[in-house]
């Protein structure tokens, strides 16, 4: 459904016994959640799923802990078939980020070798790639990617920057900032064609694409399942395919060392671990209750009313077209554009996001991509289009009175 389509308010998900979704969270109702994409939320079946494992795990720890990696592995075969990704191709990490690590810590040296980014790349893993370059005593090549280029524009100012020194191409599946697609499906197999590897950032794929792994045709991917998800923190999967997986260790070096990929992955010292235990409980409760192809379109729907009315609100308050044109979008996310002045940098921008809570009642994502500053939007089953009523009608004057302090 594209944005413009989105003309009413879509009707809130409920619970069974028609209590309102967001009865089966734990969040502040002081506030207003208008940020799932950040760090996702755990229902409270997974929460009450995760502490009867700990104590468990406490209660027991000599017994606990030994049994871990089995455990784990049957784990990662209820991951995996949510994500449509074979079981033995599957390890558990900690987040994304983790994820890429364990990439670069992986990958043989290749003197001068050369890492391909985009400049929308999640920061954290950018710098990652550029601490491999270093080692390598090559380079960061970054792809610039206008925020309105369709597939075919992303794909020739990717593989522009791909040549015969590309030892790697780091490539976001949904990108942070702004809020959309790269055409990783097109680009892993041109990278296949031409043995270089892959390694998609797919962060916040899992829960917000139905197949997040459907057509893609690279060495690494990893995403995390405590944003749309919604598992508890600390639960994300890396999924690792042809002979460069066999140099993926955990960043851990524990007693499976000699285990071979990704059963290694499965024991790493003395780490609480229900929350990768507990993640099936979350993924579980979503599908049981509404059906993930029934959250999903609800979270879009609701995702384009809130663009709908937060940008129109924006527009009359600075005259200003606060619409943002962005080629390939993702369901559930949105942009519009920040008032002059407000969130021009990421440092500036996570400002912003600290002020939010406290000054206007809401967390909320400010981004940054090119010098401008942007509000990202993002909705899940627990938000209903009041929350976004009430950031245009009471947050987006609030930030006109931020913009005309900061010029």
């Known amino acids: 459904m594209s944005q413009t389509e989105v003309t009413t308010a879509p009707r809130p998900l409920l619970l069974a016994d028609g209590r309102p979704a967001a009865r089966a969270w734990t969040l502040d109702p002081a506030l207003r959640h208008l940020n799932h994409g950040s760090f996702g939320a755990v229902p409270l079946v997974a929460q009450e799923r995760q502490q009867e494992l700990r104590t468990r795990m406490?209660?027991?720890?000599?017994?606990w802990f030994p049994e871990l990696p089995r455990r784990l592995a049957a784990v990662r075969a209820e991951l995996a078939a949510f994500l449509g990704a074979d079981p033995g191709d599957l390890a558990l990490v900690p987040n994304a980020s983790a994820g890429a690590s364990v990439v670069y810590a992986g990958l043989d040296r290749r003197d001068g070798g050369e890492i391909v980014v985009t400049d929308h790349g999640y920061g954290a893993v950018t710098m990652g790639a550029q601490r491999l370059a270093r080692r390598w005593g090559g380079r960061v090549r970054t792809a610039g990617v206008p925020l309105d280029a369709g597939e075919e524009q992303a794909y020739e100012a990717?593989?522009?920057e791909v040549g015969e020194a590309t030892g790697l191409v780091v490539l976001d599946q949904v990108t942070s900032a702004t809020a959309r697609r790269l055409p990783v499906e097109r680009i892993s197999a041109e990278t296949r064609r031409r043995g270089v590897p892959l390694l998609v950032d797919g962060a916040h794929a899992p829960g917000l694409i139905a197949a997040p792994l459907d057509g893609w045709d690279g060495d690494f991917w990893t995403?995390?399942?405590?944003?749309w998800g919604c598992a508890p923190r600390g639960t994300a999967a890396l999924v690792a395919r042809g002979p460069l997986r066999d140099g993926l260790y955990p960043l851990i070096d524990s007693w499976g060392a000699a285990d071979p990929y990704p059963d290694r992955f499965d024991q790493q010292g003395t780490l609480d671990a229900t929350g990768p235990l507990a993640a099936a409980t979350a993924l579980d409760f979503v599908d049981r209750?509404?059906?993930?192809p029934a959250a999903r379109r609800y979270m879009d729907e609701l995702a384009g009313y809130g663009e709908r009315i937060v940008g129109a609100a924006l527009t009359d308050l600075t005259g200003a077209d606060a619409s943002v044109d962005v080629g390939m979008p993702v369901p559930g996310m949105r942009l519009v554009r920040l008032p002059d002045g407000l969130g021009e940098s990421r440092?500036?921008?996570?400002?912003?996001?600290?002020?939010?809570?406290?000054?206007?009642?809401?967390?909320?994502?400010?981004?940054s991509f090119g010098g401008i500053g942007y509000l990202r939007l993002s909705a899940h089953v627990y938000n209903t289009a009041e929350d976004y009523e009430y950031f245009a009608e009471k947050c987006v004057p609030v930030l006109g009175e931020w913009a005309r302090a900061a010029r």
């Open 289 to 292: 209750v509404w059906g993930w």
């Open 158 to 160: 990717v593989m522009a």
């Open 223 to 227: 995403g995390n399942l405590h944003k």
């Open 347 to 367: 440092l500036a921008a996570d400002a912003l996001r600290d002020r939010a809570p406290a000054e206007l009642g809401v967390e909320a994502a400010f981004t």
């Open 58 to 63: 406490e209660s027991a720890p000599v017994v």
